[in-house]
C-alpha cells in the first residue's frame, strides 16, 4: 500500500510562490509515475504536473508551463511541485498522485493511489 502526504500549501498573494512537496511510502519514486492534480470548488480534478518513474521527463499542463516545476528526490522519496508567478485562479486543494501504469498518464483515472490533498489560496 501506497502512502502519499502532501504539505506546503498555504495563502500567498499573486505573484507570488509556494513550494508543495509530497512524501510517499515506499520505492514509490523509482516504482510509479507520480503527477500532481488540483480541484477547484465547483470543478472537476484537472492534470497539472506530472514526472515519470525515476525522474527521466516531465509533463505540464498548457495553463502552467513556465511557471510550475516538477521535481522528484529519490533518496528522500519526495516529488515536489514549485510554483512561481501564482494567480488566483491557480487556488484549488492540490493532490499528489502515483501511477503503476506504463504509460503517463494525465487522466485521474489513470492513478491508483492519492493524497489527502493541501490548500492553495491565491489572493489578488
Known amino acids: 500500500q501506497v502512502q502519499l502526504v502532501e504539505s506546503g500549501g498555504g495563502l500567498v498573494q499573486a505573484g507570488g510562490s509556494l513550494r508543495l512537496s509530497c512524501a510517499a511510502s515506499?520505492?514509490?519514486?523509482?516504482?510509479?509515475?507520480m503527477a500532481w492534480f488540483r480541484q477547484a470548488p465547483g470543478k472537476e480534478r484537472e492534470f497539472v504536473a506530472a514526472?515519470?518513474?525515476?525522474?527521466?521527463?516531465?509533463l505540464y499542463a498548457d495553463f502552467v508551463k513556465g511557471r510550475f516545476t516538477i521535481s522528484g528526490d529519490k533518496a528522500k522519496n519526495t516529488v515536489d511541485l514549485q510554483m512561481n508567478s501564482l494567480k488566483p485562479e491557480d487556488t484549488a486543494v492540490y493532490y499528489c498522485a502515483a501511477d503503476r501504469s506504463i504509460r503517463l498518464g494525465v487522466l485521474p483515472s489513470s492513478y491508483d493511489y492519492w493524497g489527502q490533498g493541501t490548500q492553495v489560496t491565491v489572493s489578488s
Open positions: 515506499g520505492r514509490t519514486f523509482s516504482d510509479y509515475h
Open positions: 514526472i515519470t518513474r525515476g525522474g527521466s521527463s516531465t
